[in-house]
Every structure is written in structure tokens, then in C-alpha cells.
């Protein structure tokens, strides 16, 4: 019988379901100096975990507990198997991202804040021309929530290939064209020197009137001041912002008083949610690695997520 995948669970204050979820799938919860693999349960505190790595030669993997790693980027090397969450909170956030887009859409920013009744107000969802920013987890779960709409979907991915239920799917040297004319852009691509600030003065300047933006990525995809300017001018429709920059927003920053925005606190994946997603990741990746398996959610040194 082969002997348990020995596997820490660090830092010290990690959730005891972490544990669980390594048990659950062959493994034996052991200190890190005498893992061969880690579950990091702090999103935070990278480094933290370039010390615990330092003082555990023998880890050879290690599972990260967010899908973004910008946090980890100078941590990572190539020597060791890193994964992440990727795809593992795609739901949730999806349901979110669309949640926000038809808020948006039909006026409910500008009727929530009413004090009396109003005239009509908003668009419709369905047949609207919509432009997804990035290719992974959220986006396959969006596209398809947002089948029943009829809605042309436009993706912008570094990897240019298809993906079911869209209509195109371009690289980024075609944002620009992909942005032109969209009545909804939603943000959902990994934080990385290329893609912060994605949207900017030139890009917001695309949309129309009645355009929506919808982040649920990161805060500094989208610079702040030249969105706070575009809403203010009433030259977009407006904007749904799971994330911000900064973040958490002050109580005082003027994108609360703005009627046409919409800010929920980094909501898409509440704890609560995410705590049995990620436990089922981890135990399906202690299995697979135990049996020699590929692992789920490989992070990529090169290209930051």
C-alpha cells in the first residue's frame, strides 16, 4: 500500500478545512519540514510563504488559494509544481459579473438611489453586442448564463482560439476594434504589467453613451480617474465595480455618489462560497498528484497567472 502524500497546511493560522480537504484526497497533514508538497492558506503574505519554502527544501508543490497570483509573482519559481485556483470561484463570480450587467443595463443604479417615482430608463440585455476581457474559468461560465440573451459575444484573450458560445474571439492587438460599439464590456482577466490599466481614457472613449462596464478581475485594470471623468461626463452608460482601485474605496471617494455606479465590496466569491470549491480543488489535486496525475489550475511563471 502506498504510504500518504505527506503535505503541510501553512501558514499556522490556515483554516482547519484545508487539512480536512487534504485528508479527503490521500494526504497526510504533516510539519513543513517533512512535506513534499504545501496548501498556503493565506492569500496574503507572500512573504511569509518564501520563508516557509526557504526552511522546506523538499516541497515540490504548492497550491495557492486565489486564482489571481499577482500577490506571488516573486515568490514563484520554476523549480516547484504552483497552482492555483483558476476556474475554481468562475461561477459565483460569473453570476456576479452578470448580476451587475443587467443592474446596469435596466437603470437599477439610478432607481435604487430614487426618493420618488421616475420615467423610464435602460436597455435591454438581450441581443446587446457584448466584449469579454480575458479567457479563462469566468468567462466560459458567463458565456454561457448569458446564452438565453441572444447576445453576440466578442472575447479578447492572449490565446487566440475558439470558445463555445461566442461569436469571435481576437488577441489583444484587437481590443480596441472589440471595444468599439459594445453595449456591455466585462472585465475578467488576470492582473499582470500588461493588462493594468487595460482601460483607460482611449478605451472608455470607445464605448457609447449607454455602455456599461462591468469589473470583476482587479481593481487596476481600469484607471480610476479617466472612469470617475467618463461618468461624470455622462460618457458612458456607467459602471459595475466588484473591484476597485484603490481597495478597499474610501468612504469618501466619488465613485459612491455617482449615479450611475454600482460598487459591490469584492463580493463575487464570498467565503462562504468559496470554502467548499477550493476544499473539492484541493483534494482532487492531492489525488491527482498522489497517482501522478496532471494538476488542476498550473500557474504559468511566464505569463503571470
Not at 464570498?270 to 482532487?284: D, F, G, H, K, S
Amino acid at each position: 500500500m502506498a504510504r500518504p502524500l505527506p503535505i503541510a497546511v501553512a501558514p499556522g493560522a490556515a483554516p482547519g478545512w484545508m487539512a480536512d480537504a487534504v485528508r479527503a484526497g490521500g494526504g497526510e497533514v504533516v510539519d513543513l519540514e517533512r512535506a513534499e508538497a504545501l496548501v498556503w492558506g493565506s492569500p496574503t503574505r507572500p512573504a511569509d510563504l518564501a520563508a516557509a519554502l526557504a526552511d522546506a527544501p523538499s516541497v515540490r508543490w504548492v497550491q495557492l488559494p486565489w486564482a489571481g497570483i499577482e500577490r506571488f509573482v516573486t515568490v514563484i519559481d520554476r523549480d516547484r509544481t504552483w497552482t492555483c485556483a483558476k476556474g475554481v470561484y468562475a461561477e459565483p463570480v460569473a453570476e456576479l459579473a452578470l448580476t451587475l450587467a443587467l443592474a446596469g443595463l435596466r437603470g437599477l443604479s439610478h432607481y435604487a438611489r430614487s426618493r420618488s417615482w421616475q420615467g423610464p430608463r435602460g436597455r435591454n440585455l438581450l441581443g446587446a453586442r457584448v466584449t469579454i476581457l480575458g479567457g479563462g474559468g469566468i468567462t466560459e461560465s458567463l458565456v454561457r448564463l448569458l446564452r438565453p440573451f441572444d447576445a453576440p459575444v466578442t472575447v479578447v484573450r492572449n490565446r487566440v482560439r475558439p470558445m463555445d458560445g461566442t461569436d469571435r474571439v481576437v488577441g489583444p492587438d484587437e481590443l480596441h476594434s472589440a471595444l468599439a460599439g459594445a453595449d456591455l464590456v466585462v472585465l475578467a482577466l488576470a492582473l499582470t504589467p500588461q493588462t493594468e490599466r487595460i482601460i483607460g481614457t482611449e478605451e472608455l472613449a470607445l464605448l457609447g453613451p449607454s455602455s456599461w462596464l462591468v469589473n470583476v478581475a482587479r481593481g487596476r485594470h481600469v484607471d480610476t480617474e479617466a472612469l470617475v471623468v467618463a461618468l461624470r461626463d455622462e460618457r458612458i452608460g456607467g459602471a459595475g465595480l466588484d473591484v476597485t482601485d484603490p481597495e478597499p474605496l474610501p468612504d469618501d471617494h466619488e465613485l459612491w455618489s455617482l449615479p450611475t455606479c454600482l460598487v459591490t465590496p469584492h463580493v463575487g466569491n464570498t467565503p462562504e462560497m468559496a470554502r467548499p470549491l477550493l476544499a473539492e480543488r484541493i483534494t482532487a489535486n492531492v489525488r491527482r498528484y498522489g497517482a501522478g496525475e496532471p494538476l488542476l489550475g498550473l500557474v504559468e511563471p511566464e505569463l503571470g497567472y
